[in-house]
């Protein structure tokens, strides 16, 4: 996992391994929802304004993944207050 601090946002990027295992696609709610494909794999958790939708969604209930993040493993454990995990532990 690699993550990339920039004045407005941070970007996560990682593998396919890695982010079936800690973002844990193919778990359905329990599936983290700020996931994206581009050329790989990338978390848009804290990336401005791209993850304006997704809050928006998961506030709504529109999506299938519904993971917020935070747990362990996550590039942004212990620094999202109030996570939700949907699910418990992996």
Known sequence: MKKI???WSTEVT??????KAVCRIGQGARCCAF???GPGFEC???SYP????????LEEGTM???GEG???G???????????????KS
């Open 44 to 46: 848009i958790r804290m």
């Open 74 to 88: 996550c590039a942004w454990h212990g620094s999202i207050p109030n996570s939700n995990d949907k699910g418990g």
């Open 50 to 57: 791209n993850n304006s939708t997704i809050f928006k969604r």
């Open 64 to 66: 299938n993944a519904r």
């Open 14 to 19: 990682m593998t396919g391994d890695e982010a």
């Open 5 to 7: 601090i920039g004045d």
């Open 70 to 72: 935070g747990w362990e």
């Open 35 to 37: 996931l994206v494909m």
